[in-house]
């Protein structure tokens, strides 16, 4: 037994409110004893999950060109030039960074998954747009990435983190709900005000499929991450707010779960429901797959 354990966000609040500190310290700790390392080192192994947000982001911007299936890529670059008409600065940067990053994803540079590679521009692009809006440090931001790490293991502890078992709930669901959670954490927010941004995130992202064309991490996949960095700022901001959830943090967490078992397979990665089946889902697919046959 572990004396920084915790199963559950409830366990992780309580665990913060008898010592008085924040959930980043709980799941910083936390790491410090599975991994048996000291916190310099917790915390270098955390920067260098950072720096490679921001090598994702650079990577995804600079390379302007198509994925090998023609699909996805040039989309951050867009969205980068085009004057913003309707989102704010954060939101509009969070976009742009998710963009780039799941571009970079479908071009095979390197990415950190968080929880997954098909969900791996949220959480970074969130983070990053936030701590640049709000000028906070890279000690800030390693904070708010162990928290939200924290918080992602007890959703895969208890529902799942893998779109083939639980559909795009899971994945990009739990990726938003962990950026919204570190974007209250670097605006200043309180312990309860992160566990709210995370239920308003994750609750509304409950019941989405996941359902990707011809079976590659590109359709929906690369503009579902900016669309969902965008409603975890939002998210944030209602927390931050203190505006509440109606359902606690870890009924939410088993609504998805047993959403997720009740989850059509067609719907679970599988590619033979929701968007993949459409005429033109389809006929990328057959497309596809008479290119690879004629190589
Ligand atoms: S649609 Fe499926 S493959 Fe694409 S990001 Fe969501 S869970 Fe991953």
Redesign the pocket.
């Known amino acids: 037994m572990y004396q920084y354990e915790y199963k559950t966000l409830h366990d992780m609040m309580s665990q913060a409110d008898k010592r008085n500190i924040s959930l980043w310290e709980v799941a910083m700790h936390h790491e410090m004893e599975t991994s048996e390392q000291a916190e310099q080192d917790v915390r270098r192994m955390m920067a260098s999950r950072l720096d490679v947000f921001h090598e994702s982001i650079e990577a995804g911007l600079g390379d302007k060109e198509k994925s090998v299936s023609g699909l996805v890529g040039g989309d951050a670059y867009r969205l980068l030039g085009a004057k913003a008409k309707l989102l704010g600065g954060l939101a509009h940067k969070a976009a742009v960074y998710a963009l780039a990053i799941s571009e970079a994803n479908a071009k095979m540079f390197k990415i950190v998954a968080c929880p ?1 590679a ?2 791996c521009g949220i959480l970074p692009a969130v983070m990053i747009a936030a701590a640049e809006e709000l000028g906070t440090d890279t000690e800030a931001s390693i904070n708010a990435l162990f928290m939200a790490a924290g918080i992602g293991a007890v959703v895969a502890r208890n529902a799942s983190v893998a ?1 083939a078992v639980g ?2 709930q ?3 669901g739990t990726a938003a709900a962990m950026a919204a959670a570190a974007a209250v954490e670097l605006a200043g927010g309180t312990n309860d005000e992160i566990i709210q941004g995370f239920s308003l995130c994750m609750k509304n992202t409950l019941g ?5 064309v011809a079976g590659l ?1 590109e359709v ?2 690369v503009k ?2 900016a669309c969902l960095a965008v409603m975890a700022v939002a998210a944030a901001e209602m927390a931050l707010a203190g505006i509440k959830s109606v359902i606690p943090p870890d009924e939410i967490i088993e609504a998805m779960a047993s959403i997720g078992h009740m989850m059509p397979v067609a719907l679970k ?1 599988t590619s033979e429901g929701g968007l993949a089946r459409t005429a033109t889902g389809k006929a990328i697919a057959e497309r596809l797959e008479k290119s690879m046959q004629n190589e």
Do not use: K
Request: charged residues 20%; hydrophobic residues 20%; aromatic residues 0%.
């Open positions: 997954t098909g969900s779109g559909g795009c899971a994945e990009c989405l499929a996941c359902d990707p991490v929906p996949c579902r991450n990665e």
